[in-house]
């Protein structure tokens, strides 16, 4: 018996514990039955174990190099490092289905063993739901897309992954994406839980909010990896072309987004609930959409498989959870009524509507671009496709608005802001645009979207710095130093102050975009040995080439100095390498070398023997800043998803009579916290994303 077979049994295994599991749950719902639902939840665990058996059964096989399995010999070879053997478990389609079917599995399993924190007349129903998505999954590993299928005769060896996947971004890229699609699932479980049940207030929001907020987080690392691993991959000189699966991925992102602004409003004013429904709903719909548009292979892209049959299925399986979900929201829509109206536009409910509905309209615009030339196809009879410049000319405007709203909601009041606190709290972000909107052109800035797009950023920049002072300060007259209470402020207020961090970060990464897309420069130059080439500033001299074989690849790297300012600064070695088992199909080897917020990113297009090279340079500026933004945003998620404990009242350090730098804390009276609270509007429990 072959560990492929054990997998194979674990796959049959876990579709009948999934199966079960759904039908126990609802009986234990419509019975009242706890002892039916916690036979349920212990079925959930079943599967998270069968799940866990077959993904490590396919893993034992890559590592033991058994290439009878088909999928085995198609995604590995003996040349292969064991890292890059083992991430060939989700480096196809079987395997990256089967990748989606854990993570499912495993979050399901979380869930049910924290249930006792949810609303309990949710929980059978969404174990339901989630078992339901589950016994698709397994339907369709076990019949159409099984990554155990063993071959008559084994060959020798495999075949090997593709070449661009041979990369530390393999690594880490492809997980974290394919466990962001999945783990929007709970809360449309939870969404459907709540619509079959009724229980549409706040709570099951209240259930879903940290779920939600995981999910963001790993879609925003799953976003920004992916777009490092373009950047330092593929050697284009950029690290987001708007291609349609990386569109798809960023789908569920933005209204995942919007949702978790718009769910402030309701529990606050308790308005938005259709709203909030449709968003979680169509966060989930976007991720099987894209799941689906990567394994049909309908759209043209480089990240796609090729065309399958399993494409046919995950359309079917789309068009059921649009029916059904459509279907329970008609029916739940009389209790969805607002509980308030809106009383101001200039209000933080506001402008958190709009905010949602720019971060719609750029879905919307997206997934138009995505889906065009599919359009376009059925209509006219020819595929017209829709390039960057369609995306950067509709979303480019639309983020410009929805950075400058981000700056402007921290600093309005709920329900209505009077002029007078407007203008107040408005003038320092006002006064840092201006300023930066003065200095730019005279730093040779000259473009006006570029300038346009800085003046916002640093406007929201001084609205976030404007509320962190205020609270620091205010806790700093209360007897705590400036850093202890700026570290104060995040851990009591971690969902406020958690947003902010996100908030700085998405400026921070768009300073970057707007840097590296307005201000990029390219140039190439075939070189002889000993020549040179001048770029903006720096100078890069071609000594020559060598050329390395290593086990199945063929490798040729030039030799470049680099200056700065005629300041020599060292060697690079940008090259390709060839690999054999893949009909010598090439992939760069990019040197990317940074000066500052400076790339200097150079890559060899051509050679000709040992001493002729052509060098492709692009010099990008203020790069860097989307790689620390993207970090600084996954801090500030994980800040806000962090669970706060309770709150006794706020306490401050004051020095003992006599003893110099001995602290004992103190509690003011209850008056004055709450005049602490209000002055700086910590009074708001919500979260800022």
């Not at 599995?105 to 339901?132: D, N």
């Not at 879905?363 to 889906?371: C, H, K, P, V, Y």
């Not at 509709?394 to 407007?422: D, E, H, K, Y």
Request: proline letters at 5%; glycine letters at 8%; aromatic letters at 12%.
């Amino acid at each position: 018996m072959h560990f492929s077979d054990l997998g194979f049994i674990a796959l049959i295994l876990g579709l009948v514990f999934a199966v079960y599991t759904g039908c126990v749950a609802v009986l234990g719902a419509l019975r009242k039955s706890t002892r039916l639902v916690a036979s349920a939840k212990r079925g959930v665990l079943a599967v998270a174990f069968f799940l866990v058996l077959a993904s490590a059964a396919l893993i034992i096989s890559f590592l033991s190099h058994d290439f009878g399995v088909s999928y085995v010999a198609q995604h590995s070879n003996l040349a292969m490092p064991w890292y890059f053997t083992t991430a060939a478990f989700y480096g196809g389609q079987e395997g990256s289905l089967l990748y989606w079917a854990l993570m499912l599995s495993v979050f399901s399993a979380i869930f049910a063993l924290t249930a006792r924190r949810t609303v309990a007349v949710l929980v059978p129903y969404a174990m339901t739901t989630l078992m339901a998505i589950e016994t698709f999954l397994l339907i369709v590993l076990i019949t159409v897309s099984s990554p155990f299928v063993r071959l008559p005769v084994a060959p020798p060896d495999g075949v090997g992954l593709n070449p661009l996947l041979m990369d530390p971004g393999m690594l880490i890229h492809p997980p974290m994406l394919l466990m962001g699609y999945m783990s929007f699932s709970i809360p449309f479980a939870f969404a459907v839980a709540a619509m079959i049940t009724g229980k549409l207030d706040s709570a099951w929001l209240r259930s879903i909010r940290r779920w939600t907020l995981a999910s963001w987080s790993i879609q925003t690392a799953g976003l920004i990896l992916g777009a490092w691993w373009a950047y330092h991959v593929l050697g284009w000189g950029g690290y987001w072309g708007w291609d349609p699966v990386e569109n798809a991925a960023l789908l569920p992102w933005l209204t995942a987004t919007a949702f978790l602004h718009s769910t402030m409003v309701q529990e606050r004013r308790g308005m938005l609930k259709v709203w909030n429904l449709v968003l979680v709903v169509a966060s989930f719909t976007l991720a099987i959409f894209g799941t689906f548009e990567v394994r049909s292979g309908i759209i043209s892209s480089v990240h796609s498989f090729a065309y399958s049959d399993i494409g046919v299925y995950f359309l079917v399986f789309l068009v059921i959870i649009v029916v059904f979900s459509t279907g329970l929201f008609l029916y739940r829509l009389p209790k969805l009524r607002p509980e308030q109206e809106f009383d101001s536009v200039v209000s933080r409910e506001g402008i958190f509507l709009l905010n949602n509905l720019l971060l719609v309209g750029i879905a919307f615009a997206t997934l138009w671009g995505t889906i065009f030339p599919l359009i376009s196809a059925a209509l006219r009879r020819e595929t017209m496709t829709v390039g960057p410049p369609f995306y950067e000319s509709v979303n480019g405007p639309i983020f410009i608005v929805l950075i400058l709203a981000m700056g402007v909601g921290p600093l309005l009041a709920w329900r209505r802001t009077s002029n007078r606190a407007l203008w107040h709290n408005l003038a320092i972000p006002a006064l840092a645009a201006a300023l930066c909107a003065a200095v730019l052109p005279l730093a040779g800035v000259r473009d006006i979207w570029a300038n346009v797009g800085f003046a916002v950023c640093a406007f929201t920049a001084g609205a976030i710095f404007y509320e962190l002072w205020r609270g620091m300060l205010v806790r700093h007259r209360h007897g705590e130093a400036y850093p202890l209470a700026l570290y104060m402020l995040i851990k009591r207020y971690r969902q406020r102050y958690g947003g902010y961090i996100v908030h700085l970060g998405l400026v921070m990464l768009a300073v970057g975009v707007i840097g590296s897309h307005f201000f990029q420069v390219q140039q190439v130059n075939t070189l002889k040995a000993g020549q040179q080439m001048h770029v903006a500033g720096y100078t890069l001299k071609y000594i020559g080439n060598i050329e390395e074989t290593g086990p199945g690849t063929d490798t040729v790297r030039s030799i470049v100095q680099v200056w700065q300012d005629n300041q020599y600064q060292g060697f690079i070695y940008p090259g390709r390498i060839f690999y054999q088992s893949f009909g010598n199909q090439p992939a760069s080897l990019i040197s990317i070398t940074t000066f500052g917020l400076t790339d200097v990113y150079v890559l060899l297009a051509d050679w000709n023997g040992a001493s002729q090279a052509t060098i492709r340079v692009f010099i990008n500026p203020l790069t860097s800043l989307v790689w620390y933004g993207g970090a600084l945003m996954l801090i500030g998620g994980v800040v806000c998803w962090w669970p706060e404990r309770r709150r006794k009242g706020i306490q401050v350090n004051s020095e003992m009579p006599g003893i110099p730098g001995m602290a004992t804390p103190l509690s003011p009276p209850a008056t004055t916290v709450k005049q602490v609270e209000k002055q700086v509007g910590l009074d708001d429990k919500e979260i800022v994303v």
